[in-house]
């Protein structure tokens, strides 16, 4: 009988062990691989149909006319004071272009369709330039772009097929002659989309704009950073470096990885009912937001600052116990700078979060529709979420690719606080 090598059975039996878990090793890298792969499709896709939606609302479709000037009802000779210009007939010049435009045009229906080619915006950009320039009053042929109604732009952008019925692309087989015939002479351009970046809020698309909403989200995140950061970081370091051990530090432990957790929502309950009904706070204001954006990101900054402090090695605090530091100079001069960095991350990433929260700012009431720009965090505003909300459920086909853009700045601004969490990291980051 033959013997068996015992040596020989173990090296295979090794060689057997290595194959497997190499094996395994090439399969858990695939399956990695291809979750990475499924990941960066769907954020592909993502970016491809936001962009794709939202690129074409950087331009707007306006319109070229020649406007008699002499016909605001307006004396040259008079000092054309801005209470002066603003009684001026705006619409009739408008409309009149409209008319030596297509002079067939007669009937009442059919004036009124060639009327609404223009947006009610236009008068207003009309108005605007007048009084920006007095010296234009008397001039019987001023050529002015007026911005076009949002049918009309989404034709122009080819949202709407002209070769459908006039159900489905919204303007009539007359509007659509009128259209064709003013690109024919070259009077239909589609200019950079200033209003959208400067603009508030309207009801009309084409006049819609997110300003006021950055704004609004602006002074809240403002609110929320002097006074989530200082209370965050404060509780921190009592929190780990002062506190003793007992079942009370315990139990504000718990509580705060349970506030983490909690739904935004129901902190927009709570500021409703503290700052709003309590307080008496304004409805619908940045310092209100702010509030309530703090009580949930309070949560997350403390505990990403106990991280950083616990992070900290201990033989940085017995050194500096060791030379004479009392506790207080170990934690502020030792212990906090070597910390910041990440106290900084965990804060930027906590307001990046409260930045593209909805759910709680709709509960005080920044659902409402503000246009003006609000000057301070105590005037009626909204923010970039909600606006993005409102948009999106606006049955106007203009307001999809608004809705697009207004995502694409918002994604802008997240990008922009993380860019500011690296640079304030590496700016702060210290090796020991």
Do not use: C
Not at 142 to 148: C, P, V
Not at 172 to 191: F, K, P, T, Y
Not at 219 to 237: D, E, K, Q
Not at 244 to 268: H, K, Q, Y
């Amino acid at each position: 009988m033959s013997k068996v090598n015992p040596e020989a059975s173990l090296r295979d039996r090794v060689k057997e062990g290595l194959a497997r878990r190499y094996r395994r090793e090439r399969y858990f890298r695939i399956a990695g691989f291809g979750a990475l792969s499924v990941g960066l499709l769907f954020l592909g896709f993502f970016f491809f149909t936001i962009i794709s939606n939202g690129h074409s609302a950087l331009r707007q479709t306006h319109i070229r006319l020649d406007v008699d000037l002499t016909a605001l009802g307006l004396r040259v000779d008079a000092e054309l004071t801005p209470e002066v210009l603003a009684t001026a007939n705006y619409v009739g010049v408008v409309r009149d272009s409209l008319r030596e435009l297509f002079p067939e045009v007669s009937s009442r229906a059919d004036l009124r369709e060639l009327f609404a080619l223009v947006s009610s915006g236009g008068t207003f950009e009309l108005r605007q330039r007048i009084e920006a320039e007095p010296s234009l009053v008397g001039l019987d042929a001023a050529t002015f772009w007026l911005i076009a109604d949002d049918d009309v732009d989404m034709l122009i952008k080819g949202h709407f097929d002209r070769d459908s019925s006039a159900q489905e692309r919204r303007v009539s087989d007359n509007q659509l002659a009128w259209i064709e015939a003013l690109e024919a002479h070259d009077r239909i351009e589609l200019q950079f989309n200033r209003r959208f970046f400067l603009g508030g809020d309207s009801r009309d698309p084409e006049l819609s704009g997110v300003w006021s909403a950055t704004v609004g989200s602006f002074f809240m995140l403002l609110v929320t950073l002097v006074l989530s950061f200082p209370l965050g970081v404060g509780t921190a370091i009592y929190l780990e470096e002062f506190a003793t051990r007992n079942r009370w530090t315990d139990l504000i432990e718990v509580n705060i990885n349970n506030l983490a957790a909690v739904p935004s929502i129901v902190f927009g309950l709570l500021g409703l009912a503290l700052f709003i009904n309590l307080f008496g706070l304004p409805r619908s204001a940045p310092l209100v937001g702010g509030l309530v954006l703090t009580l949930m990101t309070l949560p997350v900054i403390i505990i990403a600052a106990r991280a950083s402090l616990s992070a900290v090695p201990p033989s940085v605090r017995e050194a500096a116990l060791g030379v004479g530091a009392s506790k207080m100079q170990m934690v502020v001069h030792h212990v906090l700078p070597l910390a910041m960095p990440g106290m900084l991350t965990g804060t930027i990433i906590g307001m990046a979060r409260a930045l593209g929260e909805s759910a709680p700012l709709l509960m005080i009431g920044m659902v409402a529709f503000i246009v003006d720009i609000p000057g301070s965090p105590l005037d009626p505003a909204t923010a970039l979420p909600v606006q993005v909300y409102l948009w999106a459920d606006s049955p106007e086909r203009a307001f999809v690719e608004r809705t697009s853009a207004a995502i694409l700045v918002l994604l802008l601004f997240l990008l922009l606080m993380n860019s500011v969490a690296i640079l304030l990291r590496r700016r702060f980051e210290r090796n020991w």
